[in-house]
């Protein structure tokens, strides 16, 4: 009984390593810019009535701070989906009352979901490197979304991001689709 214990902690050691691991990766990618945060911040607080100048150009509703925003949207909502049903399998694994089959399950699922986490920040990574713009990455089992910047993808772009995939993944090039953001 002790040596089932102890593989359940180290498993359960290895899956919240992987998963903070992914969690780290996929902030130090996506973190902020504190100048970019600052200017947001100072132009929420205007007062109402005052005059402002409004162009084309103005850095307060630039298209690249558009695309930013959405591809931040995007990947706040991956992050809580992913959030969620963390939570949802480490309520399984503690609870008391749960079938061994189920925790084995919910185990098997933690390591999965960590496994894709950590894929996903690191795609994202290598297509940002390799071919230069940002990138949101969605991986369900053997399919996989990939949602690039706007007037981004060319024929070489898109074999570029599924031979990072072929490289990385076992999903096969007809399961991956890469669109560009509107």
């Not at 009352?97 to 894929?119: F, G």
């Not at 390799?130 to 772009?157: P, R």
Request: net charge negative; with cysteine.
């Amino acid at each position: 009984m002790n040596v089932i214990i102890k593989k359940r902690q180290i498993i359960m050691s290895a899956l919240v390593l992987a998963l903070g691991s992914a969690v780290f990766v996929n902030w130090y990618f996506n973190k902020p810019n504190a100048e970019q945060t600052a200017k947001e911040e100072s132009a929420s607080y205007s007062i109402i009535g005052d005059a402002q100048y409004v162009s084309a150009n103005s850095e307060n509703h630039s298209v690249e701070e558009t695309v930013k925003n959405d591809f931040s949207q995007t990947q706040l909502k991956r992050s809580k989906a992913h959030d969620e049903a963390f939570d949802k399998l480490k309520s399984v694994i503690n609870d008391s009352s749960a079938s061994k089959t189920a925790v084995d399950k919910a185990a098997e699922d933690l390591s999965k979901l960590a496994n894709t986490i950590k894929m996903e920040a690191d795609i994202e990574a290598l297509v940002k490197s390799k071919c230069g713009f940002n990138c949101v990455v969605m991986i369900n089992g053997s399919s996989a979304q990939v949602v690039c910047e706007k007037d981004t993808l060319d024929s070489t772009v898109i074999l570029q991001i599924k031979e990072i995939f072929l490289k990385h993944t076992d999903i096969n090039s007809e399961n991956i689709t890469i669109f560009e953001l509107k």
